[in-house]
């Protein structure tokens, strides 16, 4: 059901681009071996396959990369669903990296705030969920409510909130209780371990370890699938998803259809503001992540490379997960490549934006698979 | 080159010419043969195939099969710069031209003449007053497109074809948007063109025109080529069985309405135009009553849109009150969603199918129940019911014999304007209603549809539907309707018995120069 014809031909196409990409960034590492006297040629073929080969080459780390990069790539797919879903009610979410900021803080205060001698902490984990959650659905109802009450563009006000978070965030902690004064990491927050809180790992941390470090992964992963494969099913089986698509492909057919136009505008954004954020609580909740919260001058990075990650995935939920895994294999070969090579970490950054950049043509791609060569007959009144 | 005049009968000729789409061929083998200074008719249904073999000629697709000649020799047209460049020029249906540019800008747009870099306007005046004078293609050039009638703005782009110095014009159903007088005005500049050695291609299916204007006319049915004819030799039934394959009825076959009560109730409603702050709409009232068809003729752009859209819900109404029959009692349903309206009787054929009727991205099964996806018949639990769907839409589809190329799961965006507004129609017409709204049901549709539509609308009063037409048809409104109201500036201006009157004085009220008041004919 995934795989129809259309489908594959997606599929197909982000695998061009993401081959296209390959290809350019391995140009450019060719040409930086050729200009730069300390880098030889066979370097830089010995980069782009430590960069393709991802967590799998760095020998006996592999599996504790492999599970960092699963748990890392959780935020991603909450962000990417995030972007994909708004895509397809014809929003553009931009504010991702807003939600994922105020669900982030939210599920900080409050698995924080309630002492583990009070609440069994697998409560406090689920409240502290919900209240991410949630604040991310308040934040992503601003744009949907700006976008449908007085007709202001999603993105000017996605872009608004997003530094509004980022200031938010930072006054809500600034100089409270909950910064990390103890390992004099003042400008992190206290991990959340240390109210016994850390999302269930069903040893899974121990199974993708290097010796005797484990890494983070845990089953938040697995929750980031199952909502993909949900979203896929309410935005293509249900009456709902109907009503969104509808909405996103025509408003005014939708509008004469009977559709509450406005509703559905708020509600996706909301459901939007809900994954990211749900993304960002998942992230600390995990137990053992510093988070940085003088945000005022940075915005997530996860919430920006949603974008990405939707559009390399065509706005397919399911495929959402593909790409968000595959964009976070990409970031430890980039990792590996600098620390084994004598290739900085902007290198690598550069060749994933380089396929970012690719991925861009997936829908002409897409058309070039489609073969249609000749126009789509708009109107044919012959 | 000297003796080039001399090689060929025809200035162009289309010979074999294939083109396919996914799922259908849209021309199939066609040779059109254009005589220097004639007036040749395309005639053929929705879908046979006319805009895309004017495309070819155009050089927006590129055919599969077949060749182009011009006087004798084979020319490539790869785009509409190459059409140009061989003297081709093309009268859109919808007009390309810049609204917030002047008349003559429109005109030269493109092919400016320019003097050290700036904008010389003098000259390219000049040569546009003066062809506007030899063919008695009145405008004014200092005029901002937007501020100008719909006459004058296709006055507008046969000056830009002139301009060019084309000699071959394509008028691609260049009546569909005008009043009976600016057809007349155009036939006699289409004629005038032909008599100054000018070759035309008069795209249409409205066969009096043909016969008015032309000297040949070309068939074409299903993509194929049917034949060609003498005008002079034909008639008008001949015609159009050579178009649809079978005879076709013109008149409407209607008995004598039998009006019960009344379905919708409307008092002194105003709608506002959102763009402008003054009432599109004013104080318009009405009835319609149950069994009968009451139409809402005008010239485009009085008022009849907003009119509808207030009815509807689409627009905002500014005050005055709709009333509809639900359950035997009258409801007021000024202020109501429109969910409510759609289930509670009011069905509605837009205006504009691309705007309001179709989900374009949507396939042709989603498109059909757009109003109806939430009802139990088609969902379980929130859960789309595709099997219901697919036998629903497979049955309107059937019945109404909307053609596509892959059936219910054919993309809306993909199907021809025809087909498009025939699925809208058969979802319009099957669903359960009181009221029927339908405006310009039959636009870019062939006599064929026409006919079977019109049948429809009629055995829909006849269950005892009230039925409320706004076209801009006159054939449509005087055929069709029971009752005529003209709306002329956002107001009733006169109502006529289609009986009683005739197409002449429908005009000169639809124009403004007559006007009733208080039902009282204050003119004569």
């Known amino acids: 059901m995934i795989m129809n014809k259309g489908g594959f031909k997606q599929v197909l196409a982000s695998l061009l681009c993401i081959l296209g990409g390959i290809l350019v960034g391995f140009i450019v590492l060719l040409l930086l071996a050729t200009f730069t006297d300390s880098i030889s040629i066979s370097e830089a073929i010995k980069g782009i396959s430590i960069v393709l080969r991802g967590p799998f080459a760095s020998g006996k780390n592999a599996m504790f990369q492999l599970g960092n990069m699963l748990f890392n790539a959780t935020p991603l797919i909450f962000t990417g669903l995030s972007v994909a879903i708004a895509f397809k009610t014809g929003l553009f979410n931009i504010g991702a990296p807003g939600q994922y900021l105020m669900g982030a803080m939210a599920a900080l205060l409050v698995s924080l705030s309630i002492p583990s001698t009070v609440l069994h902490p697998a409560i406090i984990w689920i409240l502290a969920l919900l209240a991410g959650a949630i604040m991310g659905a308040i934040w992503g109802c601003i744009p949907g409510f700006f976008k449908a009450v007085l007709n202001v563009n999603e993105v000017i006000v996605c872009i608004m909130t997003n530094w509004i978070a980022a200031n938010v965030v930072s006054w809500v902690f600034n100089g409270s209780k909950f910064i990390n004064y103890a390992e004099t990491k003042i400008n992190f927050i206290v991990k959340t371990e240390t109210n016994n809180i850390a999302t269930p790992t069903l040893g899974m941390d121990t199974l993708f370890s290097g010796g005797s470090v484990k890494s983070y992964i845990d089953i938040s992963i697995f929750i980031a699938i199952a909502v993909a494969i949900f979203l896929y099913i309410v935005m293509n089986r249900t009456v709902f998803g109907y009503e969104l698509k509808a909405c996103g492909f025509n408003k005014n057919a939708s509008k004469y259809a009977g559709m509450n136009e406005r509703r559905n505008i708020i509600l996706s954004m909301a459901i939007a503001g809900a994954l990211a954020a749900t993304g960002a609580a998942l992230w600390c909740l995990n137990g053992h992540q510093d988070f940085k919260w003088d945000t005022y001058q940075t915005l997530p990075a996860d919430g920006f490379n949603g974008i990405v990650a939707a559009l390399l995935a065509s706005n397919n939920p399911i495929g959402v997960i593909f790409s968000s895994i595959f964009l976070k294999y990409l970031n430890v070969g980039g990792s590996n490549l600098a620390a084994n090579t004598s290739f900085n970490e902007y290198v690598s950054q550069l060749i994933i934006a380089m396929i970012v950049y690719f991925s861009g043509f997936a829908s002409y791609i897409t058309n070039i698979i489609a073969n249609r060569k000749k126009k789509i007959i708009e109107e044919d009144r012959g | ?524």
């Open chain 2, 1 to 524: 080159m000297e003796d080039k005049h001399n090689e060929s009968e025809y200035i162009i000729e289309l010979r074999n010419i294939t083109k396919v789409f996914p799922g259908i061929i849209a021309n199939d083998h066609i040779n059109i043969q254009l005589k220097r200074g004639e007036i040749h008719a395309l005639l053929g249904e929705n879908g046979a195939g006319k805009s895309t073999l004017m495309s070819v000629l155009f050089g927006l697709y590129q055919p599969e099969e077949g060749e182009i000649l011009k006087n004798g020799e084979v020319v490539t047209i790869n785009d509409p710069n190459d059409a140009n460049d061989l003297g081709i020029g093309m009268v859109h249906q919808h007009f390309k031209l810049v609204d917030v540019f002047t008349v003559l800008e429109n005109i030269i747009l493109g092919v400016e003449t320019t003097k050290h870099g700036f904008l010389s306007k003098k000259e390219a005046r000049e040569k546009v007053m003066k062809l506007s004078e030899n063919y008695g293609l009145n405008i004014d050039p200092d005029a901002l497109v937007e501020n100008i009638t719909v006459g004058m703005q296709q006055r507008t782009e046969i000056l830009k074809m002139l301009y060019r110095d084309n000699e071959i014009l394509i008028f691609d159903e260049p009546t569909a948007v005008l009043t009976p007088q600016e057809i007349t005005e155009l036939m006699a500049i289409m004629k005038g063109l032909a008599a100054e050695g000018k070759s035309i291609l008069f795209i249409s299916h409205k066969l009096n025109e043909i016969m008015e204007v032309a000297d040949r006319c070309s068939v074409l049915r299903k993509g194929k080529y049917i034949g060609t004819v003498n005008i002079k030799d034909t008639t008008k039934e001949e015609l159009s069985n050579m178009m649809v394959g079978r005879d076709v009825k013109f008149a409407v076959d209607k008995d004598e309405a039998k009006p019960k009560e009344t379905i919708l109730k409307v008092t002194n409603l105003c709608v506002e135009d959102p763009i402008h702050k003054k009432d599109a709409v004013h104080n318009v009232s009405l009835e319609v009553r149950a069994g009968e068809i009451v139409c809402i003729a005008g010239i485009d752009g009085n008022g009849q849109t907003e009119f509808v859209q207030g009815v509807t819900g689409l627009s905002h109404v500014k005050s005055g009150t709709i009333e509809l029959l639900i359950d035997g009692k009258m409801e007021n349903i000024t202020k109501k969603s429109i969910r409510y309206k759609n289930t509670h009787g009011i069905s509605h054929i837009p205006e504009d199918r691309h705007k309001h009727g179709l989900v374009l991205d949507y396939s042709l099964e989603q498109n059909m129940v757009l109003q109806r996806y939430f009802e139990p018949e088609f969902q379980n639990n929130g859960f789309i019911n595709f099997k219901s769907i697919r036998t629903y839409s497979e049955d309107l589809i059937d019945r109404f014999d909307v053609r596509s190329g892959q059936g219910p799961i054919t993309q809306a965006r993909s199907m021809s304007g025809g087909n498009q507004q025939k699925a809208i129609v058969a979802r319009e017409i099957d669903r359960q209603h009181s009221l029927l709204i339908a405006v310009q049901p039959t636009r870019g549709l062939d006599v064929g549809a026409i006919e079977f539509i019109h049948k429809e609308i009629v055995n829909k009063r006849d269950d005892g539907a009230a039925v409320l037409l706004v076209s801009l048809e006159l054939d449509e409104v005087m055929n069709l309707s029971d009752r005529i109201l003209v709306m002329y500036e956002g107001e009733i201006v006169g109502e006529l018995n289609p009986k009683e009157t005739n197409v002449q004085e429908l005009g000169l009220y639809m124009a403004g120069a007559k006007k009733q008041q208080e039902g009282v004919n204050d003119n004569e």
